[in-house]
């Protein structure tokens, strides 16, 4: 599929490519902090469908583990393509952005942007390399009865990797649920919560327990909050990026 020029579109992931009018876009997704004037179409899970046709469009994008079942009644509307997007690693959002480009004609804006990304993480792993290139970092999402991990191949994990910051979990799988036992088993050197609001989860179950205590990364104080919790756990994108290595460089590269 390649559109050419294109007038409009719909967009139901985050992947944006400048020129390109977003003429819609789901209530409850992200746009990255971008102020974009758009129509809601509904939710995420449950697009609504006749406020999409009564739309013109030329394309809709929609996301693999939420549109697959709606894919028939999308492509009515508008050809429509399914992308891996809610839980796509680092490198199948640099496929999917490039997919986009090509099918709205905007490979050099793409290639500019991924370059762009590119020398962020290259920048940043430099001066990593020699200050916590053998410490295991644990990125974690807590909820209110779980303490969910982001691994080696999740979004964050690779953005991270890449970044010179190796992952405490290496695996295939994105995210990994730990018992505050297995927790202890990791023992992680380094621990960044991915929301700040981490007093509201199970972390105030475990925070007080000799075995929390027992952590190197509590031991040494290095244990980390982000305030933005959405370029950790929502967003996929440059923006993302460049926000985890900004902190990341600010709490323990001291830049």
């Known amino acids: 599929m390649k559109l050419g020029k294109l007038s409009k579109k719909i967009l139901m992931t985050s992947l944006i490519l400048s020129s390109i009018a977003l003429v819609g876009c789901t209530t409850n997704n992200s746009t990255n902090g971008e102020k974009i004037d ?21 394309l809709i ?10 894919y028939e009644d999308l492509n ?16 199948e959002y640099i496929e999917n952005f490039e997919t986009i480009a090509e099918i709205v004609g905007k490979e ?40 969910t991990a982001h691994t080696s191949s ?14 405490a979990i290496q695996s295939d799988d994105g995210e990994a649920s730990l018992s505050l036992e297995q927790l202890v088993e990791i023992n992680p050197d380094i621990i960044v919560y991915m929301r700040d609001d981490i007093d509201t989860t199970i972390y105030t179950e475990w925070k007080d327990t000799k075995l929390y205590k027992s952590l190197d990364a509590v031991k040494n104080n290095k244990v980390y909050t ?20 900004k902190e990341m460089s600010g709490w323990l590269l001291n830049n």
């Not at 964050?156 to 910051?165: H, I, N, T, W």
Request: hydrophobic share 35%; proline share 3%.
């Open 76 to 91: 009515k509307i508008a050809p429509t393509i399914v992308l891996d997007s809610i839980d796509s690693s680092y490198d």
């Open 38 to 58: 758009y129509v809601s179409v509904g939710d995420r899970k449950e697009p609504n469908l006749e406020e999409l046709s009564s739309m013109d469009l030329d």
């Open 154 to 167: 999740s979004f964050v994990g690779q953005v991270l990797e890449k970044a010179g910051f190796k992952n």
């Open 226 to 245: 982000t305030v933005a919790r959405g370029p950790w756990t929502q967003y996929r994108g440059f923006i993302s990026v460049n926000t985890l290595t």
């Open 108 to 147: 050099d804006v793409a290639k500019a942007k991924i370059e762009e990304a590119e020398k962020v993480l290259s920048d940043v792993k430099d001066k990593a390399k020699d200050k916590v290139s053998d410490e295991k970092v644990l990125t974690v999402s807590p909820k209110n009865d779980e303490y």
């Open 61 to 70: 994008i929609a996301d693999t583990s939420r549109h697959s079942e709606i």
